[in-house]
């Protein structure tokens, strides 16, 4: 039953994701209007979908995921914030594809609790060198259908970075290399300091950012992000993230000037 429900909502999502396909020239130039494909990257524990939208269509990849640790969501609404803009900027899209995985721990989320039902703490789960078995981490890496869909959408797009939002530790943690400078270039737009925390135990960014190089930031938030507005959190941060997407360019100057 409740997963029939769900394949209902995720049809309606398809058919709004279909539907803005159709091709038009934006207002303020020749670029086309953006679209985005969603799909279900796969399914929880409770069989909540994981969803993934991408945007654009370019050689230079971005993914962002919020909510892998549920009780540290936050960054849900920021991602889903971005996706507007997205829609509405196609100059962010020139030569990139945006993957966007704004709640890649559905169940968690819903209960408010850091692991997934299984009580595994996804961020431990990935094959990392330094994976560390435990009943908490999982007894083998990649034991969760939550981490699985994560690993499957990196290894299908490619990301030449990855951006997660995590709570409470208010600051900018990096792995990889050059991941310090794109660090660095979110840190311009937000107050939260610029800080390596070290690869945690098969953790997404031990195993992407130190064990395959690519460029992993993990986006520490306050705790009190959350309860905070979408459009609170977007002020304080959405410049950080656009930061990302748009690296290693400038931000566009109208999101600068007409800035809080
Ligand atoms: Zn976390």
């Keep these: 039953m409740l997963k029939q429900a769900w394949l ?4 309606a999502l398809l058919l709004v994701g279909c539907q803005s396909n159709t091709t038009k020239v934006a207002q303020d130039g020749n670029l086309p209007k953006p679209a985005y494909r969603a799909a279900v990257a796969g399914w929880s524990v409770e069989n909540r979908p994981i969803m993934v939208r991408v945007y654009g269509s370019g050689d230079d990849v971005v993914l962002l995921m919020a909510g892998i640790h549920g009780n540290e969501a ?3 609404p920021i991602l889903e914030r971005l996706g507007k803009e997205l829609m509405v900027n196609p100059k962010l899209l020139v030569g990139r594809t ?7 721990n559905p169940d968690g989320v819903k209960a408010n609790i850091r692991r997934n039902v299984n009580g595994i703490d996804l961020n431990r789960n990935f094959p990392a060198d330094n994976f560390d078995a435990s009943k908490g981490h999982g007894e083998e890496p990649l034991s969760q259908p939550e981490s699985r869909a994560i690993l499957a959408q990196i290894e299908k797009y490619k990301p030449n970075r990855i951006i997660t939002y995590h709570q409470p530790l208010k600051c900018i943690d990096y792995d990889g290399e050059g991941a310090q400078a794109l660090a660095e270039a979110m840190g311009e737009h937000t107050d939260l300091p610029v800080k390596r925390l070290g690869g945690r135990p098969g953790s997404l960014g031990s195993y992407f950012g130190i064990d395959h190089n690519i460029p992993c930031i993990t986006f520490e938030l306050p705790k009190n992000a959350t309860g ?18 748009v690296y290693p360019k400038a931000i566009p100057s109208e999101f600068t000037e007409t800035a809080q």
């Design 98 to 104: 945006v993957v966007l995985m704004p709640e890649v």
């Design 8 to 11: 209902i909502g995720l049809l």
């Design 74 to 76: 936050a960054g849900v």
């Design 228 to 245: 905070q507005s979408s459009e609170d959190l977007w002020n304080q941060y959405g410049l950080a993230t656009l930061a990302s997407i």
